[in-house]
């Protein structure tokens, strides 16, 4: 079975960081463009960061530009979201997304994703 699995969330306070992980189970990320997304309930899922299989193009939504970091390790089959400076805004369930592409989805929503992690909860304090 072909899964991606997500993981890295908890509790923390305003100001700290969180490294989120998302790993590939019976394939490989060679070929796929990765994406990191959350929710809140009663709203829609927000793309807030993605990176193409070249490497090429990153995405990043405004409201986490400069304190979030997409790092993909493809020996690994496993992208991170480095979150620092994490705001209570920042509360959400956070997914990862991938789909098998040629060419750059980065930042058009997440009709692209093919396949999703099961989530991961991320709280932060004021």
């Known amino acids: 079975e072909e899964k991606v699995v997500d993981s890295g969330g908890g509790m923390v306070q305003a100001g700290e960081s969180l490294r989120l992980s998302c790993s590939a189970i019976?394939?490989?990320?060679?070929?796929?463009?990765i994406g990191w997304f959350r929710q809140v309930a009663g709203k829609e899922r927000e793309e807030i960061s993605c990176?193409?299989?070249?490497?090429?193009?990153?995405y990043y939504t405004p409201s986490v530009k400069g304190r979030f970091t997409i790092m993909r390790d493809d020996a690994k089959s496993t992208v991170y979201l480095q979150m620092n400076n994490l705001k209570p805004e920042d509360t959400a369930v956070y997914y990862c997304?991938?789909?098998?592409?040629?060419?750059?989805?980065?930042?058009?929503?997440?009709?692209?994703?093919?396949?999703w992690g099961q989530g991961t909860q991320v709280t932060v304090s004021s």
């Open positions: 019976g394939f490989v990320f060679d070929d796929h463009a």
């Open positions: 990176m193409d299989n070249w490497e090429e193009h990153t």
């Open positions: 997304g991938a789909r098998i592409t040629f060419h750059n989805v980065c930042g058009e929503g997440p009709d692209w994703v093919d396949y």
